[in-house]
């Protein structure tokens, strides 16, 4: 992201330098506030929480319980007879092997799910920074400057569109 601010304000530079006569109209968006302010941005998070929350509890509780039954293990362990303390260890290290396949299987789900959501997310907010832009007739636009007076500030226009255009939509 900030190469692409990077490249903008080179960009505007060369424009400027190029068109030295002509002037030139930019605009800034506070990518923060969008990404606070979107509707799609909540719709994105109850997705993943539909998606994946039942089953990282049902693993907290798998883990929970594992810690439990270990600890009773542990309290229990000298009175019990060698084939039961066996048997319980090997259920213990059975349990803990499961518990970590499926952990490592959950992991890499929710960020793939987490990085497509993101991806459309982005899409959706470029288009409409883009349509903001060409609304207000601004021939450049910059995310996330270290300064901009409010006066070429858009991010508000685009927190606008983006819950006419989407909120709960499902996008």
């Known amino acids: 992201m ?13 424009l400027a330098s190029a068109a030295s006569a002509a002037e030139i109209k930019i605009g800034t968006v506070q990518t923060a506030v969008i990404l606070q302010q979107a509707p799609q941005f909540a ?15 049902a693993l907290q509780k798998q883990e929970q319980q594992l810690t439990e039954d ?3 293990y542990q309290r229990n362990a000298d009175i019990m007879t060698p084939d039961d303390r066996e048997k319980k260890e090997k259920d213990l290290r059975n349990r803990q092997i499961d518990l970590q396949y499926a952990e ?7 960020a793939k799910r987490n990085t497509e959501l993101n ?6 907010v470029h288009a409409v920074i883009e349509a903001v832009a060409k609304a207000k007739g601004l021939d ?4 996330d400057p270290l300064y901009a007076s409010n006066a070429v500030d858009v991010t508000q226009d685009v927190v606008k569109k983006l819950k006419t255009t989407g909120a709960g939509s499902g996008k």
């Not at 900030?2 to 060369?14: D, E, M, Q, S, T």
């Not at 991806?119 to 959706?124: A, D």
């Not at 450049?140 to 995310?143: E, F, P, R, Y």
């Open 70 to 72: 270990a600890k009773a």
């Open 2 to 14: 900030k190469r692409h601010v990077v490249f903008a304000v080179l960009g505007a530079l060369a």
């Open 140 to 143: 450049l636009v910059i995310a």
């Open 119 to 124: 991806q459309e997310l982005e899409t959706q």
């Open 43 to 57: 719709d994105a998070q109850q997705k993943m929480k539909a998606e994946f929350g039942k089953r990282g509890e």
């Open 104 to 110: 490592q299987k959950f992991k890499p789900d929710v």
